[in-house]
């Protein structure tokens, strides 16, 4: 029974029977399956619990035959087949690991893989494998020779933290966002910068760390650095151990061991880089995109029909009129009006509550979803603007743009010509002035006028 979860592949769990009970019954089938979850959990948060070590840096050599059989070993592969162990598997010679690594490389490197062209994404024999003692190896394959007495070299070592590295990521639950981010965290790259480079806003950047630092329990990018690459590995930094020195030093961290002489990790990469997301998939989710996408523009063209349709309806003809409004839109609660012309982007990311009135020349551009509640008086000439551009000069000449929600609670009166721009958030029951320019949240039960909108006065019931 393979140990996976939406995290990954944790372990396997092998079950017997009595030589005369030779099958499982579907009941003890279900029991068992009911239970991997379980396990599952626990051997992803044990690795938590457990720091993940890392051992000394001895590396095993073993060269095995077509069979499996050992031809040769050296001392530390020896101890270290017999730390890993064959898991009490009857007629086993070598640990599980071992086989699957040797099988793995030979399948990769035979003669039937070297008459086909290799995968772009083909890896290398590898496998991490947890000894009894509770410490991790790396162990690789290698084929050394073709024909029918083909030989594999098995290198067992102990893995060092830029390999464990991505465990851990596993381990903590990171989505595939926050390991990009938290990637370019370990090489020391401003909140700004990571933005730039995935093409993403900053307060994207600022919900993922959020999130990374409350499922790794941490503060600061450095407490997080520190938790993923020295942490899990502190026993290798203390006297009497042996340290696990690396080629290149990466991380901004590290640096802050002068006294070190040897580089205390490597980063490697956790995620690749590319992001396979469309434009319209990064535009909903409020990060950098091009406007210019094939998808978007099917988008925009099923809009703008819908749109002139509605715009030129004879106002004899509400039904017509409310028809096409509940097409263009994503919702209208009932009793609400919209007089044309009428102009958005996309109409399906607007939603609009019960018995709101929208009068002439309502511009919403909604690129990021605008939700206007019930009872909103909303006056002519009023644009409601979720897109923003980029201040960086680079991306704004590339032409990436994001945007930002809008909403209008319940019960607001916009003036006639007010503006409201992308983020903004206005409470219930608040009065914006003709002509105002609304850049930050409003709270409720205000009066809010000018450029930029200022609450001048708070609004008590029942005083005008």
Same mark, same amino acid.
Do not use: C
């Given at each position: 029974m393979v140990l996976a979860g939406?995290?990954?592949?944790?372990?396997?769990l092998t079950v017997f029977r009595e030589a005369k009970r030779p099958y499982f019954s579907l009941a003890e089938v279900e029991f068992?399956?009911?239970?991997?979850?379980?396990?599952t959990d626990g051997l992803r948060r044990g690795l938590l619990l457990d720091e993940a070590q890392a051992g000394a840096?001895?590396?095993?050599?073993?060269i095995l035959d077509a069979d499996d059989g050992v031809r040769m070993s050296n001392k530390a592969a020896d101890h270290l087949l017999d730390e890993l162990g064959t898991g009490d598997r009857a007629g086993a010679r070598l640990p599980l690991v071992i086989s699957a690594v040797a099988r793995q490389a030979r399948t990769l490197c035979g003669p039937a893989a070297s008459a086909a062209p290799a995968p772009t994404d083909a890896r290398p024999a590898r496998a991490r494998a947890r000894t009894r003692t509770g410490r991790w190896l790396i162990v690789r394959g290698s084929l050394l020779n073709d024909g029918p007495e083909t030989q594999v070299a098995v290198m067992l070592e102990a893995a060092r933290p830029a390999e464990m590295a991505p465990l851990m990521v596993d381990a903590y639950g990171f989505t595939d966002s926050e390991r990009r981010v938290t990637e370019l965290v370990a090489k020391g790259l401003s909140t700004r910068q990571i933005a730039g480079r995935l093409h993403v806003s900053s307060y994207t950047v600022q919900d993922?760390?959020?999130?990374?630092?409350?499922?790794s329990g941490t503060g600061s990018r450095g407490d997080l650095i520190a938790r993923l690459f020295l942490d899990h590995h502190a026993a290798s930094l203390t006297p009497g151990t042996a340290a696990h020195p690396q080629?290149?030093?990466?991380?901004?961290?590290?640096?802050?061991?002068?006294?070190?002489?040897e580089p205390l990790c490597t980063l490697v990469h956790m995620t690749p880089d590319p992001d396979a997301r469309s434009m319209r998939e990064r535009m909903l989710a409020g990060d950098l995109y091009i406007a210019d996408d094939p998808e978007l523009a099917e988008h925009l063209l099923r809009a703008a029909d819908l749109m002139e349709?509605?715009?030129?309806?004879?106002?004899?003809?509400?039904?017509q009129r409310h028809r096409l409004l509940a097409q263009l839109l994503g919702a209208i609660g009932e009793g609400s009006e919209i007089r044309p012309p009428l102009r958005v982007d996309y109409g399906?990311?607007?939603?609009?509550?019960?018995?709101?009135?929208?009068?002439? &020349?309502?511009? #919403?551009?909604?690129? %990021?979803?605008? !939700? *206007? /509640?019930?009872?909103?008086?909303? $006056?002519?000439?009023?644009?409601?603007?979720?897109?923003?551009?980029?201040v960086d000069p680079e991306l704004r000449r590339a032409r990436w743009e994001a945007a930002r929600p809008i909403t209008i609670?319940?019960?607001?009166?916009? &003036?006639?010509? #007010?503006?409201?721009? %992308?983020?903004? !958030? *206005? /409470?219930?029951?608040?009065?914006? $002035?003709?002509g105002a320019v609304v850049t930050r949240d409003l709270p409720p039960n205000v009066v809010a006028v000018g450029n930029p909108a200022r609450v001048v006065r708070t609004i008590e019931p029942g005083h005008g």
């Open positions: 939406s995290t990954g592949t944790w372990g396997q068992a399956s009911s239970l991997a979850p379980l396990i840096d001895d590396v095993g050599l073993l993922h760390l959020k999130s990374i630092f409350a499922k080629r290149t030093p990466r991380s901004s961290s590290a640096k802050a061991f002068a006294g070190v002489r349709a509605y715009n030129t309806t004879p106002a004899r003809d509400p039904g399906s990311h607007i939603h609009i509550g019960a018995r709101s009135f929208a009068n002439y &020349g309502l511009i #919403a551009l909604d690129v %990021a979803p605008i !939700t *206007i /509640g019930d009872d909103v008086q909303i $006056g002519t000439n009023v644009q409601l603007m979720t897109p923003t551009h980029p609670s319940g019960n607001v009166w916009l &003036g006639s010509g #007010a503006i409201v721009l %992308a983020g903004v !958030t *206005i /409470g219930e029951n608040t009065v914006v $002035g003709a």
